[in-house]
């Protein structure tokens, strides 16, 4: 069982930054590949990046790629998303997620998620 814990959300103007960070409970969280969604209310859940267990491998839907970056800390047992050059429509509740294996991009294979933390980007 993993628990996992965002936080770093919060209010932003566009082109600003910010630092999402997850927490992972567990003695096992280097089994695990981890994943940032996000979700804006009465749409689907939309995937943003993931990186690999060990920390290797990345990527990035194409919304974000050169404005993101996925890190993490396996000593911390957390994952981050930096976030950088902001845009409004960036605003969405970001979840992390993880699940044992390989990189996903689909929210069906991934077997925990954190509680979300909204992020919202003013024009």
């Known amino acids: 069982q993993v628990q996992l814990v965002e936080s770093g959300g919060g209010l932003v103007q566009a082109g600003g930054s910010l630092r999402l960070s997850c927490a992972a409970s567990?003695?096992?969280?280097?089994?695990?590949?981890m994943g940032w969604f996000r979700q804006i209310t009465g749409k689907e859940r939309e995937f943003v990046s993931t990186?690999?267990?060990?920390?290797?491998?990345?990527y990035y839907a194409d919304s974000v790629k050169g404005r993101f970056t996925i890190s993490r800390d396996n000593a911390k047992n957390t994952v981050y998303l930096q976030m950088n050059s902001l845009k409004p429509e960036d605003t969405a509740v970001y979840y992390c997620a993880a699940r044992r294996g390989g990189l996903a991009t689909r929210d069906r294979e991934y077997d925990y998620w954190g509680q979300g933390t909204q992020v919202t980007v003013s024009s």
């Open positions: 990186i690999s267990a060990r920390g290797g491998t990345t």
């Open positions: 567990g003695r096992t969280f280097t089994s695990y590949a």
